[in-house]
């Protein structure tokens, strides 16, 4: 069954239907711009974000293709990027407002590993984007891998859809997506071990313990694009780790644009969000760009890692 046909067999919102189809219709330019571009879109733009990182080509490039399209959409208010400062406001006075990370994992470009697309659905309250992750209406990614997948959740379940590169189609391919409650793989960047705090690092070597039978119990896998790895994570079982570290005090992901839709698609998917305090959804940010640190994933990996912390 292809997206379409899918969205008319539900019962959604239809604002939010047409978002889902935007979403669709921006992610095929950017997968188009990944795998059949004949301009040059590797390497950095030369210019730096808010955030003082580094901008590459494809983040400016996916940017626009999104802010295009949602601009057009007679059901978004107003759009918050990683990549803009300030909050884009759109002529429509539409009941939603749409935060988004457009090209996530963007050092990965360069190097042929994958990157994704990220979205979170507010409706358009007085609270604007500043509404705890919990208030979300609809979340999505796109991950741009060895196929192109659409995931997200609405009502509470989680679907995913693969692109048919021939038609240029997404197809329901994974329904009613679970998060196994346990799992084995754990993904944080060990770059930073000695700046971790005692609780994770006392999490990560019980990670590494060995088994009776001398085999290890667990496997270590980062790829270094939050959707890639989550999206392992949803469905193979495992837990995402993104701590404060000495030089990031508030970690590194942005609370509102990659932990809340990450978090809410996990929640829908019966698995479990931390930014190793509270429930990252029971967040009310203060900024529309602020950090958190996140950890998401197996319900019993995230306990665990807590345990420690108790
Ligand atoms: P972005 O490309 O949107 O800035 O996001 C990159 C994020 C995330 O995808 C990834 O998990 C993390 O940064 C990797 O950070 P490190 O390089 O510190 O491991
Ligand atoms: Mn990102
Ligand atoms: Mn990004």
Redesign the pocket.
């Given at each position: 069954m292809n997206l379409s046909n899918f969205l008319n067999s539900q019962n959604y919102n239809p604002g939010l239907k047409e978002i889902i189809l935007d979403i669709q219709a921006g992610s095929i330019q950017v997968y188009q711009q990944l795998n059949e571009a004949e301009q040059d879109i590797f390497g950095s733009s030369g210019q730096k974000n808010v955030q003082d990182?580094d901008v590459q080509k494809l983040?400016l490039l996916a940017n626009d293709i999104f802010i295009r399209i949602f601009r057009k959409n007679m059901h978004i208010h107003s759009i918050l990027s990683?990549e803009n400062e300030r909050i884009l406001t759109c002529d429509n006075d539409g009941a939603y407002i749409i935060a988004m990370?457009p090209?996530?994992?963007?050092?990965n470009i360069d190097v042929n590993i994958p990157v994704g697309s990220i979205f979170s659905i507010l409706k358009n309250t007085p609270e604007g984007f500043l509404q705890k992750g919990s208030q979300q209406q609809l979340a999505c990614y796109v991950i741009y891998g060895t196929a192109t997948m659409m995931v997200f959740a609405l009502n509470k379940s989680v679907f995913g859809f693969t692109l048919n590169t021939k038609t240029k189609e997404y197809n329901l391919t994974h329904s009613n997506i679970r998060i196994p409650v346990n799992g084995n793989i754990f993904s944080i960047?060990e770059?930073?071990f000695n700046s971790l705090e005692t609780p994770v690092k006392q999490f990560l070597d019980y990670c590494k313990q060995l088994g009776s039978d001398k085999k290890r119990t667990h496997t270590g896998r980062?790829i270094?694009?939050?959707?890639a790895?989550f999206h392992r994570n949803m469905l193979k079982g495992g837990i995402f780790i993104?701590p404060k570290t000495a030089d990031k005090p508030h970690g590194?992901?942005r609370l509102i644009y990659?932990c809340n839709p990450i978090a809410f698609i996990a929640k829908n998917a019966n698995g479990e969000s931390t930014n190793l305090n509270t429930s990252i959804l029971d967040v009310k940010p203060v900024k529309i760009h602020e950090r958190s640190p996140f950890v998401v994933g197996s319900k019993n990996m995230v306990a665990r890692l807590l345990e420690f912390y108790h």
């Open positions: 990182e983040d990683e990370d090209l996530d994992g963007s050092s960047n770059g930073n980062f270094g694009s939050l959707v790895d993104y590194q992901l990659e």
